[in-house]
């Protein structure tokens, strides 16, 4: 197939940092502006019992019109993130557009997934790629705490591939294999994938079919991708051989896999995740070298040391960045809370409304100016948790693809 000719998606950051941004503050933005559109059209309110009513109808309008806008506005994450990706095609590349529709559609996703549990994809390469970047989608749906690991590891996958100087083709296939080397999750239940502490021997065996379950699924792009297909099924291998599903070592792990395996522990170590505390880039980076000639390619780990810190936070976007700095932490988990609490998020908002106008908040105690308290449940200088005793490394890269 190499006389294919290719169609090709031509990343769009700005856009897509527009759109995510968007989708972040427009519920925001509409509930704000319903809020003041209706309180200016209530009575005002005379006594105790009269600002309470007020302060209920504005909170419910609030509520309704944030959870309906960001159901909405949500719909439009999957477009965000595809905006973002710079991918070859085995043929014509498929529209964006369509694309992020079928993720965002949960019907369809969930046919497409259940075909690749079963019949699997037909086999046009074309076609399979447009249904395999739907199940990408799906991997974030499934493990949420994982979400937005597959395109941190391509991001770091092709930052070790620019270092090592592969040909552009080849740096177009590892970028698939980075992107769909956790679509294999998908038959790991999600209670197993969150689980705090050590997996049991059960739970272990259900996790290490991920990568033979994800090249199951991607086979029809197996041809076009070539060789760097392998890293799908390779990614758990270690350089001494102890690694899963076959045992290999060494120079007989595929290039690919190699590479793969040190981009999704760094990401893996530097992210939040419900049973560790991320790891600085430079605690990471320690590790990497630790490992090297064990767990990883010393020449791979060579070469993403290579890449300077200051990149890999420009590339890996602020979510990452945020977890691993403490004046910040506390503020990130808040508004994680606030984000998952609508009712916490609507009362913040019916505040702000009725700050600005004047109107005296009914909230005992509290006065005008006064910031918010934070939720009861989180403090601003409460932490993720550090990685459970009885937790090594081996249990955090199973968990996870090293990322998952």
């Known amino acids: 197939m190499s006389g294919t000719r290719e169609g090709r998606w031509h990343g769009r950051p700005v856009l897509s940092a527009g759109l995510r941004t968007a989708v972040f503050a427009g519920p925001i933005g509409a509930a704000v502006t319903v809020s003041i559109l ?44 595809l905006l973002k990706l710079s991918l070859a095609f085995p043929d014509d590349a498929p529209s964006r557009l369509a694309v992020a529709r079928a993720a965002a559609n949960l019907k369809e996703l969930e046919e497409r997934v259940r075909i690749a549990r079963t019949t699997g994809f037909d086999e046009q390469p074309a076609h399979a790629a447009e249904m395999i970047l739907s199940l990408v989608a799906a991997v974030e749906a499934h493990d949420r705490a994982t979400r937005g690991h597959s395109e941190r590891v391509r991001v770091y996958t092709d930052l070790i591939g620019e270092q090592m100087k592969l040909y552009p083709e080849d740096r177009d296939r590892l970028r698939w294999a980075a992107m769909v080397h956790d679509v294999g999750k998908l038959e790991v239940p999600r209670s197993v994938l969150n689980k705090p502490g050590p997996l049991d021997p059960g739970e272990l065996e259900v996790v290490r079919r991920h990568p033979e379950d994800g090249a199951r699924m991607t086979a029809p792009l197996h041809e076009w991708l070539g060789e760097w297909a392998n890293a799908i099924v390779e990614h758990h291998e270690r350089f001494d051989g102890r690694g899963y599903p076959g045992g290999r070592g060494g120079s007989t792990i595929s290039l690919g896999a190699r590479i793969v395996a040190v981009a999704d522990v760094y990401e893996t170590m530097t992210a939040t995740r419900p049973y560790h505390r991320p790891k600085s880039p430079a605690k990471a980076r320690e590790e990497l070298v630790r490992c090297a000639g064990t767990q990883f390619d010393p020449a791979v780990v060579n070469a993403f040391l290579q890449v300077s810190v200051r990149k890999l936070r420009l590339v890996s976007g602020l979510g990452p960045w945020l977890a691993q700095t403490p004046p910040l932490r506390g503020l990130r988990g808040i508004a994680t809370a606030a984000r998952r609490t609508t009712s916490a998020a609507a009362v913040m908002i019916v505040a702000v409304v009725m700050s600005v106008a004047g109107t005296p908040s009914p909230i005992p105690g509290a006065r005008r100016g006064a910031p918010a308290a934070p939720d009861a449940g989180v403090s601003a200088g409460r932490h993720a948790p550090a990685t459970t005793p009885g937790m090594t490394l081996e249990d955090l890269l199973l968990r996870f693809d090293t990322e998952g």
């Open 38 to 81: 209706v309180g200016t059209n209530l009575p005002d309110a005379a006594g105790t019992g009269s600002r309470l009513l007020r302060w209920a109808v504005l909170l419910v309008v609030s509520t309704g019109v944030l959870l309906a806008t960001d159901r909405l506005a949500r719909r439009l994450l999957p477009l965000a993130v």
